[in-house]
């Protein structure tokens, strides 16, 4: 368990214009960075403990781990990447105008970098990750809500809107959306590949389940009376998959195990996404004020 976390930021859009000074933290020192139309960021260095109180309350809206489960990132509305354990990137961080809403990070400390998508559909990459593609500037039905990455090589990205459409990119294969069904739907939440990358589960709020591609229903929490809403989803590679709700809530389905979770507690910050060890025996939930919270093998890296 956890508390707030001290976000560091990374990673760069060329030609993007921040419009105000971003904070972030390196060891006991606060920074303030700007990139101005993709050039390199000017830092203002100053004491933490005199930054500290005027730094914003997070806003947390994702975590991923990385490739060897030895860390994670999580990632804040306005665009702050926090790195723990072995997840880290040395570049500078570019943010949209729209609030970010997911992040995939790819590979560890050693090699790899993540993708932060925001709700226009903007795709960033930041690290030695590669740019496949984006929604941004493409008037879209909805907003997106997320985003997912293939399997093994991580060659390319879902995204996905709030309506159940799926964008693809890269090598990441379209299996079908909502809208594609004719459901009209306007409460997605979030989204999971299957272990094999061939197909991919949705998740709405309502604990509705809908599946495409070689991803197999195991069932849902619809028509079920909730505490919470759901606000995500991980698959496990034993076949199946979870369903957290925004109290702490897990829902284990298929070949899924129930670990745990932070259901019937009190939380200083509804939980705001999950993230699954690859060998899916634990996983790691994240709070809208970064505290992370850590069931089965999942290690906790800090928060």
Do not use: C
Not at 92 to 108: C, D, F, K, L, R
Not at 182 to 202: E, H
Not at 267 to 291: E, F, H, I, N, S
């Amino acid at each position: 368990m956890g508390t707030a976390g001290r976000p560091w930021i990374g990673g760069r859009r060329a030609g993007f214009r921040l419009a105000a000074a971003t904070p972030f933290i390196l060891g006991a020192t606060f920074m303030w960075s700007v990139l101005t139309d993709g050039g390199p960021a000017a830092a203002v260095i100053v004491p933490y403990a005199a930054a500290a109180a005027t730094a914003p309350r997070p806003d947390v809206v994702g975590i991923s781990r990385s490739s060897d489960n030895g860390g994670y990132v999580t990632v804040t509305a306005n665009g702050v990447v926090s790195t723990y354990g072995d997840a880290t990137s040395t570049d500078v961080a570019a943010a949209g105008t729209a609030p970010a809403v997911g992040i995939v990070q790819v590979g560890n400390a050693s090699a790899g970098g993540f993708w932060t998508v925001r709700a226009d559909g903007g795709v960033f990459t930041l690290g030695g990750v590669e740019f496949y593609g984006s929604m941004g500037g493409t008037r879209l039905n909805a907003p997106i809500v997320g985003m997912a990455p293939t399997a093994a090589a991580l060659l390319g990205y879902w995204l996905l809107g709030a309506d159940g459409g799926v964008f693809s990119f890269g090598d990441a294969t379209y299996y079908g959306s909502l809208p594609g069904l004719k459901i009209k739907v306007s409460n997605i939440v979030g989204m999971a590949p299957t272990p094999t990358g061939d197909g991919y589960w949705l998740v709405a709020a309502d604990g509705g389940v809908f599946s495409f591609g070689d991803a197999h229903f195991s069932g849902s929490m619809a028509g079920t009376k909730l505490n919470a809403p759901i606000v995500g989803m991980a698959a496990s590679v034993q076949g199946g998959y979870w369903l957290v709700g925004a109290d702490g809530g897990v829902f284990s389905f298929g070949g899924a195990p129930f670990l745990g979770s932070m259901g019937g507690k009190v939380l200083d910050a509804p939980v705001a996404g999950m993230a699954a060890t690859t060998d899916g025996g634990g996983y790691w939930l994240v709070g809208r004020d970064g505290g992370v919270f850590t069931f089965g093998d999942a290690n906790f890296f800090g928060s």
